[in-house]
Each structure stands twice: as C-alpha cells, then as structure tokens.
C-alpha cells in the first residue's frame, strides 16, 4: 500500500477504566485484521516493556497499523494509539488523542462507567474526537449490558443503543467492533501538498536509529530528506526514515502524507528536542502556526534517588541518563546528602511515574536505590519579595526570612458505591480536603468532587482509597494550582543529629502527629547499637516527639563447639552483610528502608 | 591404653556422635532422636566400621582428646561403648594421658554403666543436669529430677570419676537473678570439677521456638523488652537486662567456690578445663566420627551426613562396607586426603567441604580465639600467619579498644566484660 487514499485511513485510539478490557481488545483488533498470526501473539502486544505488562497498564504510547478487509470488500488502514492510562501522564494522554479522529469506549459489563471512563471520554470529547461505546466482558455472569448501555447514555451523554456487545478475551462481536470502525470513525483530513505539519504524540530512543518520533501528518508529506524543524524546541535535523508501526517494529515507507500516523527518524540524539506535543514542519516551507495544545511538561513530585553503594553513583547517572532519553518528563540533577552521600534530587510527573522509574532503575539497571520523601514543589515568598520553588525539603530557607508559602492543589473525583462515601468523606476530611460537591451518577454510585493538597495524596492515597473502599473507590484528578498554606519543615535527630535526607515538609495542623509516627517507625527500623539511640522530630528548635532505641545488652552465642563453628561463622556473616546495608550517620547505623519509612506512615 | 611408640607432633582430637536421647527437650536443636536398642546396636556397628574405614589417614597423629557427644551417648549400654572404645584403641595412637569424655543425663546411668566406662578409660563425665528446680526441668522436657541427678552424681563419684562437668541453662523462662543463684550455689556446693552454664539461645525448629522465637526475635530489634505476656501458660523469658545480670552472676558466684571463666560459657576449677573443647578454640584438628559430626582436618572444615539411612548403608554390615574400608586402606595419608577420598567417590557420607583460605583460618583465629577469657596472643598470631595481627585487624582492634570491647594486656588481647555481652557485634568484624 504505497499511495493511501485517505478515506481508507481509520486513526483511533482505544479508552477505558483500568481493567476494563483495553488492552485484550487492542490484542485482538491486531489478531483479527491480520497482522500478527494467533501464535505471534504475546499477549498485550501493545504493552511492551516488562513492567507495563506486569502491572496491566501502559506507560507510553504505542502505536500500531494494521491492514482490515472490511465486509464492503475495501482494504483499509487502521492506526491503533494506545495511551498511557494514569493520571500522571495526562499530557501525554491529551496528545495521543490529538493524533487520532475517533475513540473506542471500552465499557465493562459488570462494572459498567466508572470515574476513569468519564475522564478518558471528556478528554477524548475535548480533541473533537467521534467516541464509539462498546461494551466488554458480556460473558461474565455479573454481566448486564442493558444497565451499561444505559448508564453510558445518562452519565456520558452519548448513544450506546448499537453499542457491541463483546468478549474481547473470547473474540464474540469483535468483528462487530471492526466494521463500526470502518462506518463510524471519520477517515482523516488534511492535504498532502500543504506545508508539513505534524503533531509529535510520543518518542522514542533507540542506540542504532537515534531518537524515533512519533506523529501524525496533519497537514502535508514527510520523506527521506525532508529537513525538519521543530517549532518549539527550535531544533533541526535532516529525515533519515519515515513508516509505519507493524507489530512490534517498524516498517519503512517512502512517505508519510497528511491522514497518515507513523514514525520518522533524523539521527537526533535526545528526546529532549522532540517534545511530546510540538509541531514538526518543514524548515525550507514551514506551515503559518505550530499545531494547538503543546505544552511542556513539569514534574510534580520530587525526590532524592541515591545509589545504596556510594560507589555506584556513575552507574546512577548513566542510568538516569539513558531512561531520560526515552522519557523527556523525567528531570534530575545532583545532589549531596550528609546522611546519604551523593546522589539525585528527580523530579517525576506523580507518584506513579516515580516509581516506575524506580523500578526500572532497580532492575533494568541493577541499582540498589535509596529513595527519599517524595515532595511536591511549595512555593516559598520571603520577606524579601522573592518567590522561590522548593523541590527540596532541605533547602527550606529560616522561617524568619519566610513571608508564607504556598502549596499545590488539585481538583479529585472520586466515584464511589454509595456504602462507602462516608468512609472515602473521612478519609478525605484527613487529607485536609475540601468538599465541593457530590452527585449521584446512579442509584448507587456517586461522584465526591474535593480540593485536596497534592502532598497529600502522593504518599499513599491510592491504598488508602482502596482498603476503605475495599477495592471499590476510583479517583482521577487535576491540577488547580497554588493555594496559600501553613507549612513546616519537620526535622528528624537521630542521636541529637539531624539527619537532612529524613527532613519533609508537612501542614503545620498535622506536624505533631507526622513528627510522632516518624519517630515510632524509625524506631521500629533502627536496631538496637551499643548505646541508646534518641530519634527525635522537631521544627526548628522545638523537639515535638521522642522515641528512643534501647541500647543492645546481648549478643552473643553462648555455644560455639565443633559442630557449630561452620554455622555460626555463616550467620556473622550474614549479621556483617546486614551492616553494610546501613547507613552511618554520625555513630549510628540507620537501615536504608528506614529512609523510606516516612512513605508509609498510614498502614494501620 | 596404647602409648604411642612412634614420636609425632600431630595432634588430633576425636569427637563421636551418639544421636539418641530418650527424648528430645524443647530447647534442643542438636542431631538426636529416640531409637530402640537394636537401632543403637547396629549404629555402633557402624561407627566402629567408620573408625577403622577413616584410621589410616591418621597414622601420623597422636589422639589428645576423646568426646562421646550426642544426644545422650550414656543411652549406649557398657558393653556397646566397650566395643566403641576398643576400636577407637585399636585404631589410633593416643598420647600419654588423653582426655577422654562421655555426656551422660540422668535417668540413663546405672552403677554397672560407670564402671564400664572406667574400664573402657573413661576419665571425664559430663552430667546434664540444666536446672536444679524440677518445675524448670519439666519445662525444659527433661526426663529427670534433681533428685535423680543427684543419683547419678553419687554413683559417677562412686565409681572413681575425679573429673565431672555439670551442665547449667540460665535465662530459661521465669528464672531470675534470686533463683539462678541458688541454681548455682547448690551444684557448686557439690563441688564438680567443671561447670558449664549456657544462656539460652532459642533455636529455630525447637519447640521453644514456638513459645519464645518470636519474643527473641522483636527482642532484637524494638527496645529489647520481652513481654511479660506469658507463652503457652510458660513464664516469660527473663528480659536482656535481667539476662546480662545473671550472666555477670554466673562468674562472681562461682568465683568463691574456687571456679574461673575460662571461655564464654564455661568454668573450672584450676587444671580442669576441657581439654577438648579447648581444642575447638584453639583451632586443633579433630576428627568428627558418626552421623553428622563435624570434622577440621587440615583446614577444611566438613561433616558427616545427617542422613541416618545413608550412613548406615554405608557403614554397614553388608559388602558396601567391606568395600568402603577395603579401599579406604589404599588411600594415602597427606594433605589431599580428604578430598582425594570424596572426589574418588568412596566416601560419600561427609559434605559442605570448605578449604580455609589464609585470611579465613585468620579470621577463626580471631572469632574462636576470643571466645577464651585469656584472649588470643598476637606472638601467636604472628608465628602462624607470618603477619602482625594489627597489620591485619588493627583498624578493628582500635576500634574495639576504643568502643571499651577489647583490651590489651601483655600481648593477649581478649574481650571485656561488655565485649562478651556483645561479642557477635565484635565476631562480625573480623569474618
């Protein structure tokens, strides 16, 4: 298919809750137009690295093409964009709905709209995209697609009455699915003979071709040679390859034409000059204004990664280095700790995004990671007129020269059965939230809308939400900017000795109870040294909780005869392999989980 | 007693494994279990095949010490152990005057039983007696009183024994500072020649694990008070504070009875510490002989299997045996003997070799060592290692000094009084 008449392109995107059957049925929509044989397919083609699909969601756009014979007896082209499926990449969800003409719905059954659906289709309804409901899982016992097709119509809005009814894990009714994609998803607009103008949705690095972007051609044609010129960032680079996505690799073409979804490389060596968002032209023809929408994204949450080996701290960076090629929202810069060395002070799109860096920092590239507090930027007026940004806890100017400061809010949703509201209202009411409104989406289910402090939900809100909900709750939220906010930085001395790395920044209100429970965690993860350890929270000068590690009286072995020498000598070593996963902070060994201990102050 | 003609500096110590008790008690995690008497029977036969299998490895060794150690090895009946003795006789060349010891508990000995002992040269008994309280020794599952201790105590010295170590456990639940003491005080008035006073360790995979593992286990890591909840209607376990004051105890009481601290554990009376066990400190070579007992035989540390099945068919009756000795008789004395034997495959009843690398025999040298009141000589060190101590654990030895755990005096270095008390914090740094 070299020349593609545009009326036979289809660019969609695919959009649901969690759990809801996305990606079983991307699987089976690259099954069954052909792609990929039934034995190429791993399950979840789409979600391609090993952490994605471990925990079931997407972290970064895919994309895929794929070729459908439709029952008019037409061939036509499919472009299926995955997108990221959490809140922390909103952004990058906005932007690969951008690159699409119509959306897929995917409903549960059983569970039928929950508050993900809702925010996923107002987006989706925001890029004027044509939304397509269909309703999954129908072979569930608990199914009940009239419900469904119902509540679609009454939260949503939009028209579910010839809404297929599917099992994407079995394949019934996903033809179904295919010939709705042909009759109801609009084919693209644009013309080829304009000046290029084309969206960047996600990029990628790769060692042999350099940065690989992905786009979709808006307006005119993009080929070997074309020289590119991105409209935000300004950089400039001569096109090596363009094609199209197969599953799992990519197929060179000779062009990519307006209406057309596909990738292009120009030996670029950082994503940095490829914005999620920013508009590629053509440097020699460039089109009259850059595509609407381009952001640049900024983290939200902050936090120091040290190597637990001081001596792997290059490893770090290299590392850090590398996963930024790939991932253009991840920020660092290096940092000293007098408790923890040197190391990263990163900044992360939410809590989510951390962790997920965390993780492939743990196992992509075998590091052993110390994490500090995550903290959120405050806004800091000083008396002096200055405003500065504080990512770090430590950095925290006197209070005398501290006019006030701010901190960042967002807006949540959170839906939840109605048993559980009053549990979910408490919970919020803790988190220093503010109700705005409730309202019942049906009889049993109801939508809380609260202002809550972003530091307050980036520890764990999540599991919070859940256990008090026993699974049922869901939550979705925005930012909404500052608010003013009486905050203190909380100190932790550990034998009189402040330890910076265990500093955070709390609600003044809350400050006495924080300070407590730290004090009652660490103490749980200090063990026990030759003399007594105080571990004490203060703010400023003023100690406000005390706890203290009783010195260690006794250990030793009382027998140690012939038949014992072998094993006694393996559990010294084992006790000295322990030691060296401590920390030494002045005279005393602090456990590296210890430093993550603030993380989980709520797990009562 | 064979007095050795041929004149050689290497010494050896021998130490036989008994795995049968009448029961196990519930601090126990040693290799031992009930058995019937043609069990015990046919296990001596073993044995003695083991003993004359592995002999000619050793020709060139003076045997020092003997240890009969289980399990309760006083289960053997006399004439059972007579043939064990004799073949050990057989078998090796001893010196003038080897230290020779049988474990035996109360409830096991019989008047009969001691003075074939004597018979089989016998010269040192070790009496497990732990408590002197009977409700202590119920919990302890022992099988006997302190009335019947006491029984055997009586007969052991009636039949010529002048040298008996009393086994004691302190820190067992419920006892305190008051009645450790009157433990104490009662077994030293019966003036043994050696005391042995173990705190007790809780041992995963004992019944005592059950009741207290836990309690030890939050012990070492929160503020190191043991609740005072009790354990399946058990006392609690006394708390560490209470722990280390019976263990300072231990030494001043039995100071005024005439005894000394000699190791971390043990106690005697001038002349009559244990030779053998010494030897384990002192980095002796020993020869462990029956099911599971450990061996150092020039620098590598190995055992016997733990597998009851698997050594009998080896050492039994059978022509497997004969085989086994047979070839056993072909292999040559020399340092590759123990490997040679495994690797040839004739031998496939001892495991876990590990060849003691330079810096791995320094560091036994240090964590062993210490474990002697009198400490480690650093002339010693240097005349074995080639190297001065400090040049290897100065950093350590400083350190330790400074943190008031070790001290130095006339060139013997050893643990303080608070070094003991912590003494794996101390160990951990030098393995």
Known sequence: MSVIDQK?????????????????????????????????????????????????I?????????????????EYMFNLIDTPGHVD???????????????????????????????NVYLALDHDLDVMPVINKIDLPSADPDRVKEEIEDVIGIDAEDAPLISAKTGQNVHEVLEQIVKKIPAPEGDPEAPLKALIFDSVYDSYKGVIVFCRIKEGTVKKGTPMLMMATGARADVVEVG????????????????????????????????????????????????????????????????????????????????????AALQFEPETSVALGFGFRCGFLGLLHLEIIQERLEREYNLDLVTTAPSVIYKIHKTNGEVIDLTNPTNMPDPSEIDYMEEPMVKAEIMVTSEYIGAIMDLCQERRGIYQSMEYIEEKRAVLHYHLPLNEIIYDFFDALKSRSRGYASFDYEMMGYQRSELVKLDILINKEEVDALSFIVFAGSAYERGRKMCEKLKQEIPRQLFEIPIQAAIGSKIIARETVKAMRKDVLAKCYGGDISRKKKLLEKQKEGKKRMRQVGNVEIPQKAFMSVLKLDDD | MCSSWMMTDRELELYVHIPFCVRKCAYCDFLSFPSGERERKAYVDALIREIESRKDNFTDCRVSTVFLGGGTPSLLDGEDTARLFDALYRSFTFVEDPEITIEANPGTVTAEKMISWRKSGI?????????????????????????????????????????????????????????????????????????SAYSLIVEEGTPFYNLYGEEQQKGLFSDGKISSLSAGGFPPLPDEEEDRKIYEQTAVILNEYGYHRYEISNYAKQGYECRHNLGYWERKEYLGLGLGAASLIRETRFHNTADMKKYMDVFSDGTPAENVSGERNTASAGTGEIQSENSAGQDDVREEFESLSREEQMAEFMILGLRKTAGISAEEFSSLYGTGIKEVYGSQIRRFEKEGLLTEEDGMIRLTPRGIDVSNYVFCEFV
């Not at chain 1, 392109?9 to 929509?29: E, P, Q, V, Y």
């Not at chain 2, 497990?128 to 055997?152: A, C, K, P, W």
């Open chain 1, 58 to 74: 997407t972290i970064k756009a895919q994309a895929v093409r794929t070729i459908y014979k439709a029952d008019d007896g037409e």
């Open chain 2, 123 to 195: 010269r040192r008994l070790s009496i497990g007696l732990q408590s002197v309280n009977d409700e202590g020794l119920r919990m302890l599952g022992r099988i006997h009183t302190y009335r019947e201790f006491l029984d055997t105590y009586s007969l052991a010295r009636d039949a010529g024994f002048g040298n008996i170590n009393i086994d004691l456990i302190s820190a067992i639940p419920g006892q305190t500072v008051k009645s450790w003491e009157k433990t104490l005080r009662t077994v030293a008035e019966l003036a043994p020649e050696h005391i």
């Open chain 1, 8 to 56: 036979k392109i289809r660019n969609f995107c695919i959009i649901a809750h969690i759990d809801h059957g996305k990606s079983t049925l991307a699987d089976r929509i690259i099954e069954m137009t052909g792609l990929l044989t039934s034995r190429e397919m791993q399950a979840q083609v789409l979600d391609n690295m090993d952490l994605e699909r471990e925990r079931g």
């Open chain 1, 89 to 119: 990449f909103n952004y990058e969800v906005s932007r690969s709905l951008a690159a699409c003409d119509g959306a897929i719905l995917v409903v549960d059954a059983a569970q039928g709209v929950e508050a993900q659906t809702l925010a």
């Open chain 1, 244 to 327: 199209t996505f197969g599953a799992g690799q990519f197929i060179p073409c000779d062009e990519l034409s307006a209406g057309m979804v596909g990738y292009i490389t120009a030996s670029l060596k950082n994503v940095k000059d490829t914005h999620v968002g920013d508009t590629i032209t053509n440097a020699e023809r460039p089109c009259a204004e850059p595509l609407p929408g381009y952001k640049k994204v900024n983290p939200m949450v902050y936090c120091g990664l040290y190597p637990a080996d001081g001596a792997k701290y290059p490893d770090l960076r290299d590392a850090l280095e590398k996963l930024q090629l790939n991932d």
